[in-house]
């Protein structure tokens, strides 16, 4: 197993989705929004590989357009909307090391419905946590809700 010494950036996308349906196809600017997600993770500085992953064939034939590094079918079990984030990174990363030998040193998770991030604030996210690995484990960014935390889980 080569170890990668690279940052990779995660892209999930599962299909099923219960509250707005197919909405990781819905299209920002003519681009889809999974579109957004594999463009953005091609700009960040840090990025050696985007890696792209889903359920589903038409979202994996969609993301092709966008040409991410690496396309990775789901299995369902780790696709349902009671699989964790854990079970998903595991799975890709099994996959990654059993298809490609590789197992990145760091991994960026971006949502493949979330087209409205700051580069810079993320590049200087990633470069901050490199410098700092040894003391941390992990990085999770946060930011302030539009609306009251009832009217989130109501």
């Not at 990781?24 to 929004?33: D, M, P, S």
């Not at 500085?45 to 890696?51: A, D, M, P, R």
């Not at 299995?75 to 349902?80: D, E, G, I, L, V």
Request: net charge positive.
């Amino acid at each position: 197993m080569k170890l990668s010494n690279q940052t990779w950036a995660f892209i999930p996308a599962r299909s099923g989705s219960k509250s707005i349906k197919n909405k990781n196809l819905l299209k920002l600017n003519g681009i889809h929004l999974i579109g957004h997600s594999i463009l953005f993770a091609k700009k960040l500085k840090k990025i050696s590989k985007v890696v792209f992953s889903s359920d589903s064939k038409k979202y994996l034939n969609i993301a092709k357009k966008y040409k991410p590094d690496i396309i990775h079918k789901r299995s369902k079990k780790n696709s349902s909307d009671k699989a964790t984030d854990l079970d998903f990174l595991k799975e890709i990363i099994k996959y990654l090391f059993n298809n490609h030998n590789y197992k990145p040193d760091l991994i960026v998770l971006l949502r493949g419905n979330c087209p409205s991030r700051n580069l810079k604030n993320l590049d200087k996210a990633i470069k901050y946590f490199k410098q700092n690995m040894k003391k941390y484990t992990s990085l999770r960014s946060v930011t302030k809700m539009s609306e009251t935390s009832y009217k989130t889980f109501y």
